[in-house]
């Protein structure tokens, strides 16, 4: 009912608006006084965690990509080797797993039957495995050593919107815990993230408030059959997830490169007035990566794609290259999916309504996969 939707048309325009409220709700409780985290929750004893060499994330669709950021943080922050590899490829070729390998089973509902059957082959090999996961007392949980539970309240709509975001939250949480618990190096920068994540609800609130030109955007290209997502670093898995959101609700052929592959065989894909989005990294930090994809912009434009980019308020290098802008708030590198991939979300909900179709249920898609 409309009342169930909040007002809105969708339940997904609803979990979309939901999610500053969701990611803070996700860090609640969570950062002590001292700017430390207390994850009690996590009730892998510390003695275990700090003998863990090595860390396997598994999950199925848009949890996936969740675990694809999550790689980036935990072997920046705690420099343990993490692979990411979906659920349903896992446990079929005899992947390394022991007692030192901690594995992350990234669900929201708890009940995917590829997610749960890799944590369960995981634990078989006598491998600790930590759920994060949005659904109380589901079979994940139950049946995993430990869980992290995200905040994002019931999410309704088949694509997934604030339970993403939370389990970004939940991922950064885990890696920052780990680092924590095992005393990187990385201790002064630990707690500056955790100082970061305390204002990023509100920099996803900001980026709410600005989409109105993104929905635009999409209106005028309901009539197109394709959109290609370019990123880097973090912004490879936002691009993959852009695609699927679109792929998920508008039907339509998108698919996601990591930019620098771009010369390696996609640039052949590029005519003219192809929509292309590129999600660009800060110009700080890792400024060589902004660079390159400022090239990579450029490299497209020249062959006639309309380049569709997603930079850093203050980011002026990319203005003569983009057809059409659209500004995120400044964030530490590694955090910037949490903003970036809104704007992706609202752009592939409204391009499925211009198109006419059911926005909260996909043809062919279910909300929660419980076959193999
Ligand atoms: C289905 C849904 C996706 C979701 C995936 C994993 O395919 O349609 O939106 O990302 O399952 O679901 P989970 O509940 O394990 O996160």
């Not at 708890?110 to 890799?118: C, P, Q, S, V, W």
């Not at 909900?349 to 211009?354: K, M, V, Y």
Request: negative net charge; aromatic residues 6%.
């Amino acid at each position: 009912s409309a009342a169930e939707k909040g007002g809105y048309d969708y339940f997904m325009l609803k979990e979309i608006a939901e999610q500053p409220k969701a990611v803070a709700d996700t860090l609640l409780g969570r950062i002590d006084g001292s700017g430390s985290l207390s994850l009690d929750e996590v009730r892998i004893p510390a003695g275990v965690l700090r003998e863990i060499d090595k860390v396997v994330i598994v999950a199925c669709g848009t949890a996936f990509h969740a675990g694809m950021i999550a790689k980036y943080a935990i072997e920046h922050w705690t420099r343990l080797p993490c692979e990411v590899e979906l659920a349903s490829e896992f446990r079929y070729r005899d992947p390394i797993l022991d007692a030192q390998t901690l594995v992350i089973a990234i669900s929201q509902s708890g009940e995917t039957m590829d997610t749960l059957m890799a944590l369960r082959h995981a634990r078989e090999q006598g491998s600790k495995v930590l759920a994060i996961c949005n659904t109380n007392g589901s079979t994940i949980p139950r049946e995993s050593d430990a869980v992290l539970y995200t905040h994002a309240g019931p999410e309704v709509a088949v694509a997934s919107t604030k339970a993403f975001l939370t389990q970004l939250v939940a991922c950064y949480l885990v890696a920052l815990y780990l680092g924590q618990v095992r005393g990187t190096k990385w201790g002064d920068e630990i707690r500056a993230v955790i100082r970061d994540l305390s204002s990023i609800s509100g920099a996803v609130e900001q980026v709410l408030g600005t989409m109105e030109p993104v929905r635009e955007l999409a209106r005028t290209l309901a009539s197109k059959n394709t959109v290609l997502f370019l990123g880097r670093h973090v912004g490879y898995p936002v691009a993959l997830e852009g695609a699927l959101k679109l792929k998920e609700l508008a039907y339509m052929h998108a698919e996601g490169f990591a930019a620098g592959e771009l010369k390696h065989g996609p640039i052949a894909l590029i005519e003219e007035d192809l929509p292309v989005v590129v999600v660009v990294p800060s110009p700080r930090g890792r400024s060589v990566l902004h660079d390159k994809i400022v090239s990579n912009i450029q490299e497209i434009r020249a062959r006639g794609a309309r380049t569709i980019v997603i930079a850093e308020e203050g980011d002026e290098a990319v203005v003569p290259y983009a057809d059409h802008l659209i500004r995120v708030p400044v964030t530490p590198t590694l955090l910037q999916p949490l903003v970036a991939t809104v704007p992706l979300q609202v752009f592939a909900c409204e391009l499925a309504t211009a198109r006419g179709n059911e926005v909260d249920q996909p043809r062919n898609l279910a909300k929660s996969v419980t076959v193999e």
